[in-house]
Structure formats: C-alpha cells, structure tokens
C-alpha cells in the first residue's frame, strides 16, 4: 500500500475531516489477529478496544474468515427479492438467543439503521410519537437517531426532529445521587452512600426525574417507547479540532434496579421498551448473552450491530410477532440487509462463542481486569472510578479523588499516547475526554491483562512525575 507519509496526505486531501484519527501519531494498522493488531512497520499492539467494541471473537477470527470466504465464493449477493438458506439458518439461530417472545428479526446494515429503524416501528405500532432516551446517551448519526443522542459534541447547528426527550442520566459516580452500594458490579464507587444492601436510594431518586418527564413533556398516558443502553457505552471519539470541548461520556452503570422500574413506567403510559445492545450484546458482559438480562427486564426490541458480525457492517432489529404485524400497513425493504456474506459471518461468530466459551471468557477475564484495575484505582490519585461490566470496562481520570475535576486533556492524551507507545491500544470517551475504555476483543488472557495493567500503570507513573515537576 502507500507509504504512510503519503497516506497522511490523502487523509488531509480526500476525506472528510469531521472525524480525526487516534493519538498524536495515528497508528496506520496493516493487519490483524485475533488480539492484536500489527501496524505498517510490523510492530504489534495488544488491542484493548476491539475497532470500538466491534471486533467481538478476534481479528480475523480462522473460523469467521473460512464462513465468509465460503459463502462469497458461493453466492454473494441476492437480496430479499429472493429467499437464500444462509439468511434463514442465521434469523433461526440469532433469534434462538432472545428470551421471550422476541423472534422476529429485520436485517439492517449498522447500529445507526437499526435504532432509526426501531424509532419508526416503536411510533407506528403504538400510534404515539414521544421517545425517551437518557442524556449522556449515544445511539447513532443518522437523521433520527442524532435526536435520541443526547450529548452537545454530537450536536450540528441543524434543525432535529420533534418528540425526542433526554431524562436525567443516572450516574452514580459523578450524578447528583449514587455510591458504594449503588452498582450490580464487583466494583464499586468509592463514593459514600447511605444505601441498604437490598435497597437503593439512588435509583428512587433518579426514577423521580424520569418520572418529572411523564408529568411535564409528554401526553399523558401516549409515549411511544424508551431507549436505554444496558450500559452506556458512547462511542471514543478523538477530533483534535475539538479537544477543548466536551466530548462523550463513557461506561456508565445505572443504579440497581432502575431500568426495570423504568420499563414499568414506560409500559404503563402505552410505550414500548428499546434495548440498544449495539456494544453490549453477544456476551460482552459476561455474566449475560445480552446486557438488559441483568437488569432482569425483558425489552420489546432489540437492536444490535458491531459485534454481530466480527467487523462485518451488519445490524439488526429484534421484535416481538405482535409489533412486526404493525409493519405491515406498507411495504418496508433493504437492498443490503441479510447480506449471505454477513449472515455467514454472524452464524459462524455465534457458533464460535459457544464453541470457545467466549462469553465465559469475558466474564472470568473481565472481573479480573477490573480487580486490577480497581487496585490501580487505590493505589493512584488520578483514577477517580473502575466500572463495568465482563469486558465492558471504563476508567475515569480525574485531578484528584475529592473533587473529581476530570483530568486536564493534554494530560489524559500523555498517558493514553505512552500506552499505545508501549504495544498497549485503548479507546477514549467520557463528556470531558477523560475516561479510558477497555473493550477488548473477548478471546483476551489473564496474561495480555497482566501486559496491558503493566503498560497502564508504568504511563500513570510517568504522567505523576511529570506533574510533579
């Protein structure tokens, strides 16, 4: 390919530049496998973010690679127009994944496609138009979904569409209500709360504040439905024309037992329950296949995309029989949704999950990684809040513990540059930039953990010593 000096200048030239490459020298990535990526010069980097929680089974999985290469060579492309087996094996299989009633899926193309596509069938199946969503929340870019995304960053000067509204975002680390006991997590706030063990204040407040938006900015008793991430995941997002701004939040857990009192609220005033599991689905917490089984809810559609696929663009809109009727007033189509190639490449990321124990692996490894990184936490000044959940993990840098300022960004880009520098990838979020995110691609060890902790806690060293003098 070019040299990367001249693939610095066709970036500068031909693409668009809302959007700019990660750290001060961007990594020009050559290949791929499994957990690691190798880049122009051939160096390798233990890949702690997974191409944004995308890369679900492993870079170039053998498995994944062999099932899209077998279908390509066999049958590219048909469309809908016509029926194909590997479009049916892989609805059968997927759907045999959600609890319930949900069995009914709508093939799109990304986890943008599939929100937009949710909005619609939430609005015409209950003939309301008011949408919830949290604020601090990211579910995609297209026209619609920019009005469930509720973070300023995210924001252009245009005209949005009417009947979206943004509740409180229940965070117990820096809301206005949460604590130590506060988290279904094995790691928790150092926050001081007052809760019981099987009581928490903090969801009761935060439900009030959803409640204030049932009282004053919807029709009484005509909502059409709620988006809530399992965990908010929000997108990294590095632009350095931006870099004074805010920007995304990251990895917030909700309190225990909000969602479900949430999902009651909403299904008392006639709304259906949306579960975005566009970065939490397919095992990624570990503990579960799908993040909203533990917040012990059952939701009325499910979107998913990123990891559906291993990297493959794909997503998908999972419903009930009952809501899938109300497509039927109009023809509704995708060219491109079911693609054989992704359906193969989806079917053979769900046998390879189960074959490999995958999800098992994220759960193990990922309470490993975060007991680690929870002794950093005690340990260094500077890292404020662990949390997460399997290997959905994200780390808060903060001035210091008491007040909880977020770490200056030229000070966060330091640390963050000396670990890519080391061999170590991390992703980036938080409304202040100040929050590492750890979303590996889920076939990592005990031992790239032990790597990767080794690598962060030598770049914190340096960053305190460079503060000091």
Not at 96 to 111: C, I, M, Q, T, W
Not at 321 to 341: C, D, I, M, Q, R
Request: hydrophobic content about 40%.
């Amino acid at each position: 390919g070019p040299s990367y000096e001249h693939v610095k200048h066709i970036r500068t030239r031909n693409i668009l530049t809302a959007f700019a490459p990660d750290f001060k020298e961007p990594l020009l990535i050559h290949e791929g496998k499994m957990q690691w990526l190798f880049d122009h010069t051939g160096r390798r980097y233990l890949d702690m973010f997974g191409g944004i929680v995308t890369v679900s089974v492993g870079h170039c999985h053998p498995k994944v690679n062999q099932a899209a290469m077998q279908q390509m060579n066999a049958l590219w492309h048909t469309s809908n127009c016509y029926m194909n087996p590997i479009l049916h094996e892989y609805a059968e299989k997927l759907t045999s994944k959600l609890p319930g009633d949900l069995k009914v899926v709508y093939f799109v193309n990304s986890g943008s496609e599939a929100n937009d596509f949710a909005i619609f069938l939430a609005r015409l199946h209950t003939k309301n138009s008011d949408i919830i969503s949290f604020r601090n929340s990211y579910h995609g870019m297209s026209s619609l979904t920019m009005n469930l995304t509720a973070q300023s960053s995210w924001k252009n000067h245009v005209p949005l569409a009417f009947g979206f509204h943004h509740a409180m975002n229940p965070d117990v680390y820096q809301g206005l209500w949460g604590g130590s006991h506060c988290r279904d997590s094995p790691v928790q706030t150092t926050r001081h709360c007052n809760c019981k063990p099987n009581e928490c204040n903090a969801c009761d407040m935060y439900y009030g504040q959803l409640e204030e938006i049932f009282k004053y900015s919807v029709p009484k008793g005509k909502i059409a439905g709620l988006f809530a991430e399992s965990v908010q995941a929000i997108v990294e997002q590095l632009n350095q024309i931006f870099l004074s701004e805010q920007g995304i939040g990251g990895t917030v857990q909700y309190p225990k037992g909000f969602l479900k009192k949430a999902y009651e609220l909403v299904r008392m005033n006639g709304g259906v329950c949306i579960a975005d599991e566009v970065q939490t689905g397919f095992g990624r917490t570990g503990e579960h296949f799908w993040g909203f089984e533990m917040h012990g809810v059952t939701p009325d559609i499910v979107t998913m995309a990123k990891g559906i696929c291993n990297g493959l663009p794909m997503g998908a809109v999972i419903t009930t029989p009952a809501l899938a009727e109300s497509l039927k007033e109009a023809y509704f189509y995708n060219t491109f949704g079911g693609n054989p190639v992704a359906c193969a490449a989806g079917l053979a990321v769900l046998n390879v999950i189960e074959e490999e124990r995958i999800q098992e692996n994220a759960h193990t490894v990922g309470a490993y990684l975060l007991m680690k990184l929870s002794d950093l936490r005690d340990q260094f000044e500077c890292i404020g809040d662990v949390r997460g959940a399997g290997l959905m993990i994200g780390i808060e840098m903060v001035t210091d513990k008491e007040t909880k300022i977020p770490l200056p960004a030229n000070q966060f880009l330091n640390i963050w540059d000396d670990c890519k520098n080391m061999g170590v990838i991390i992703g980036r979020g938080g409304m202040y930039k100040n929050i590492f995110r750890m979303k590996p691609p889920m076939c990592i060890t005990k031992e790239d953990v032990d790597f990767a902790i080794d690598v962060f806690k030598i770049a914190i060293q340096k960053h305190q010593k460079t503060v000091k003098m």
